[in-house]
């Protein structure tokens, strides 16, 4: 079956600071991979998505930027942190590009 | 533009009773998902129950079912035999084919004791 991870769980980060969440999944190929942040008590909203290794599309322009250096490997990264970055980054995959999406457990970062 | 709306910021409902979880969607394609995903405390989202556009029978998994309105662009969310456990944020979604995955505000459902 399939899996997927996202770590840390929890970070708390200065304002100016550099950033690395990672995200994999395990027992797939080739998967469609999604990042996703979430303020408090409100909806998701897409960061990043990859159809392949390398293939990267930003739907929100920001600081933060996005890498997938293998297959199942996908991370999120920022040079430099701004408070508003702050709020709760859920990854996700899914098979093909219009189909179910299964998230992992979020990581919950918070900028001070 | 695809939107979906969920038209109940807050539900409340005892133990063992039945909850309807409101959803509307704004599409012009035929072929596309809906989906209800749960939130739990615990902040991961899990997926509640699928539904492919293109079928006419309802979605059915365990205590969980849907009443797909294709004509009207509703797509609900009933809970049967509710218990503690259920008490989440849950959000209606929908992708249409190509696109990306669109999620309504979501619903906080209270179940109580």
């Known amino acids: 079956s399939q899996t997927i991870h996202q770590w840390p769980a929890t970070l708390v980060q200065p304002v100016g600071s550099p950033l690395s969440l990672e995200c994999t999944v395990e027992?797939?190929?080739?998967?469609?991979l999604y990042w996703y942040r979430q303020a408090a008590g409100r909806g998701l909203q897409l960061l990043f998505y990859s159809v392949g290794i390398g293939q990267i599309s930003s739907e929100v322009p920001q600081n933060l930027s996005a890498s997938r250096p293998q297959d199942r490997q996908f991370i999120l990264s920022s040079k430099k942190l701004l408070l508003s970055d702050s709020g709760f980054y859920l990854c996700a995959w899914s098979v093909r590009q219009s189909d179910t999406q299964y998230f992992g457990p979020g990581t919950r970062l918070t900028v001070l | 533009a695809q939107t979906v709306t969920q038209s109940q910021p807050e539900m409340s409902v005892q133990e063992a009773e039945t909850v309807t979880l409101s959803c509307t969607y704004d599409t012009s394609e035929n072929n596309y998902y809906l989906f209800w995903y749960k939130q739990p405390p615990s902040r991961q989202m899990i997926l509640v129950i699928r539904?492919?556009?293109?079928?006419?029978q309802n979605a059915t998994e365990n205590r969980f079912s849907v009443n797909f309105q294709k004509a009207a662009k509703s797509f609900s969310l009933k809970i049967s035999d509710s218990q503690l456990g259920d008490t989440a944020m849950y959000f209606c979604?929908?992708?249409?084919?190509?696109?990306?995955?669109?999620f309504g505000a979501g619903t906080i459902l209270r179940v109580k004791s």
């Open positions: 979604a929908f992708i249409e084919y190509g696109n990306k995955l669109v």
């Open positions: 539904q492919e556009a293109y079928k006419q």
């Open positions: 027992g797939t190929s080739n998967p469609n």
